[in-house]
């Protein structure tokens, strides 16, 4: 049993980049003020710490630094969104569109609204994930306040057409909020085409617990607050704010954006390196997802015949860190919502393995996961029809 520790489900958390954390050290011990605190230096230099991981998250996104609210990670700013914007504009209509790939925390918050009295209408998307722009279309009514679309999905990488959603939306006049929480800090983001963006800081090398959600100014965007008490973030989002975690936060932004290119090509590559040598050793597999339109790290692959949970702990037991699908929901037993959406049967969609690489990942891994791969395809345990009746790896 080998003990490599190789960790291939960067969409399901990133390593803390060392150079966040050296920015992060002093606002727990030296500089560790309130930022609500206006009456002395302390609480001043951390104002000062949180304006200026704001100006570096904003820039990330083509924004301005006013319209960034803090959250505690994209959870909560997927839930204000909804919420907010369906409680501001109650007057206007009570329909919600989301697509039917959505991460658990849009899709959740739908049903809870829906519970409320909310309509809610789900789009579905093309074989290979992509938005079904014509039912979209179709899908808007006079009632509709918002419609909720991820910039990319969590679980194959497909990429969204946002401008053409976009475009959609303003012609009708309806909001347009986006998940962006896989894709920023991947792949170019411009906030040009929706009203409401979520982020998260823990998927782009910057600590957990907290996010941030995009609000338009211009023309402002109505949003009711879903935390009361002390009137923070201009009165959208109360708390005492993490100033640790807020410049963490703007580090790991400011990297993103200064290495997005160079990080884009090399993980591309080793992505690529990965999927040519899955498909020699298991020619049966494929890989879901749009071919063009994708994350740079993530591969969707069928195992036709496998069964994914054992090939997790296969992999797990040789030190090789691998998922199912989205964190979120990878502990239950059904099937993905997002594969059977692109058309996979569920016995498909019970063999498919998610590999997420990032900025820290090397090609000695991927040929150490390939070999590892290789081993167990060529072990009697990975034969189908196995005497017993045990189902593969």
Known sequence: MSHSQVYFDNASTTAVDRRVVAAMLPYFTTTFGNAASRAHSFGWAAADAVDNARQQIAALI??????????????????????GVVAANSSRGNHLVISATE???????????????????????????RLDLDQLVASITDA???????VANNEVGTVNDLAAIGTICRDRHVLLHTDATQAAGKIPLSVADVDL????????????GVGALYVKREPRVSLT???????????????TLNVPAIVGFGVAAQIAADELKADAIRVNLLRDQLIEGIRAIAPDSFVNGHAHHRLPGIASVTFPGQDAGRMVGALNDHGIAVSTGSACSSSTLEPSRTLLALGLSEADA?????????????????ELVLNVI????????????????????
């Open 374 to 393: 290789g081993e167990l395809t060529a072990s009697r345990q990975c034969a189908a029809g196995r005497a017993d009746g045990e189902a593969l790896w």
């Open 350 to 366: 019970k063999s498919t393995l998610r590999f997420s690489l990032g900025r820290f990942n090397t090609a000695a891994e991927v």
């Open 197 to 208: 963006m979520s982020l998260s800081a823990h998927k782009i090398y910057g600590p957990k």
């Open 62 to 83: 083509g924004a301005d630094s006013r319209e960034i609210v803090f959250t505690s990670g994209a959870t909560e700013s997927n839930n204000l969104a909804l919420k």
């Open 144 to 150: 509709t306040v918002l419609v909720s679309v991820m």
């Open 103 to 129: 991460h658990q925390s849009v899709t959740d918050t739908a049903r809870a609204l829906e519970t409320a009295g909310v309509s809610v209408t789900t789009v579905g998307v093309d074989s290979q994930g």
């Open 225 to 239: 607050a879903q935390m009361d008490g002390g009137g923070h973030e201009r009165g959208m989002r109360s708390g």
